[in-house]
């Protein structure tokens, strides 16, 4: 099923490519030094923010550090994220997944995963079990940690960028820290990173979410900061639904950019279409599209046209304060969480299997 907006009056000209979902998302870290307003924080709470927590009470969905974990209060997480290390155990758990589930790629996530101190040792070792390694960042800390992580193999990192000046980025962060001069020098950090990894050869992409029209100047002034060499993906804002898509359609009409093609990744609601601007610089557009596990989802209280706001995206991969790692399958229901032996084991990990392969037959036809 590939019904969106954005597809419905595709010119049957524009090549569409079909490829299936290989990718394994691992957050790393819970740490981060932004306080941004719509984190879902991969699904987890704000370790910080429940340090003194005790079995059996709901862990704080608000606390001092500012942070957000928006599903927390409804998504029945029953563990904290700790920091990943690249040891055995972590090796285990990725070899697990990848003779599993087939996966080649891994994407450290967070939290911010360039404050992991051993970082680039983490990559490393995503590396040697057999997996393209790539990062998701706000740019806060890359400075220290991208020549490392070059050179042990990382592959791409994306860029998170939520404003392009320190006005636009301290109206998404908690009122407590809306903090213009650390706000610039948040800004300042990221461009210092991306020129770093583009200097040390890691593949570059910046990430902006698109909520509304209001945000479309920020595309163009990203567009005119950055070298071409830096490539844009503009992401729609599912819980903002149609607002998002119609800032869409006006940013791609006032950059006369034209369709190139369009690709479909089996097993994942992640779709992406790619454009040429008329000084022939590339922009990607994410959307999502409304895929569902046909059994875990059937019954769920989200699966609906407005609650499931991500629908099935994928697996991640956790690891609480006890050294255990959990498999995920939904930011949205932490609840159906299982650890990462008993997950490759069961029904779960054969319905991921069947999910792919039954919509790879559904798009390519």
Excluded: W
């Excluded at 563990?79 to 996966?103: K, M, N, T």
């Excluded at 939290?111 to 960042?137: D, F, K, M, N």
């Excluded at 019954?299 to 690891?319: A, H, I």
């Amino acid at each position: 099923m590939i019904q969106h907006r954005a597809l419905r009056d595709l010119d049957s000209t524009v090549p569409v490519t079909v490829t299936s979902d290989r990718t394994l998302r691992v957050k790393v870290i819970d740490s981060c030094g932004m306080t941004c307003t719509f984190c879902h924080n991969e699904g987890t709470p704000v370790s910080v923010d429940n340090r003194t927590h005790t079995a059996g009470s709901s862990f704080a969905d608000t606390g001092r550090s500012g942070r957000s974990s928006i599903y927390l209060a409804t998504n029945g997480a029953s563990f904290l994220s700790a920091p990943v290390f690249p040891d055995e155990a972590f090796r285990e758990a990725l070899v697990l997944l990848r003779q599993a589930l087939g996966f080649d790629e891994v994407h450290l996530t967070g939290g911010e995963p360039t404050l992991h101190p051993r970082l680039a040792e983490i990559v490393a070792t995503a590396g040697a079990a057999g997996y393209a390694v790539s990062i998701t960042s706000n740019g806060e800390n890359g400075k220290r940690v991208l020549p490392g992580c070059s050179s042990a193999g990382l592959g791409h990192i994306n860029f998170s960028i939520f404003g392009t000046t320190s006005e636009e980025l301290v109206q998404v962060q908690h009122t407590r820290y809306r903090n213009r001069t650390l706000a610039q020098r948040k800004i300042a950090a990221l461009d210092e990173s991306i020129r770093l990894a583009m200097d040390v050869g890691v593949g570059v992409r910046a990430n902006l979410v698109l909520p509304n029209r209001d945000h479309v100047p920020r595309v163009h002034r990203l567009l005119a900061k950055y070298s071409p060499a830096l490539s844009v993906r503009v992401l729609t804002s599912l819980a903002d639904g149609d607002a998002s898509l119609d800032a869409v359609d006006l940013l791609l009409h006032e950059l006369g950019a034209e369709l190139e093609g369009v690709r479909l990744i089996a097993g994942t609601s992640s779709f992406r279409m790619a454009y040429r601007l008329p000084d022939d610089r590339r922009i990607v557009v994410k959307h999502i599209r409304p895929l569902r596990l046909p059994d875990t989802c059937s019954g769920c209280r989200f699966s609906n046209g407005t609650d499931c706001q991500e629908g099935y995206y994928g697996v991640r991969l956790y690891r609480d304060p006890d050294g255990r790692f959990h498999v995920g399958v939904c930011i949205q229901r932490m609840d159906l969480c299982l650890p990462v032996t008993e997950f490759v084991a069961g029904e779960a990990c054969e319905e991921v299997l069947r999910l792919r392969e039954s919509d790879l037959r559904d798009l390519t036809t």
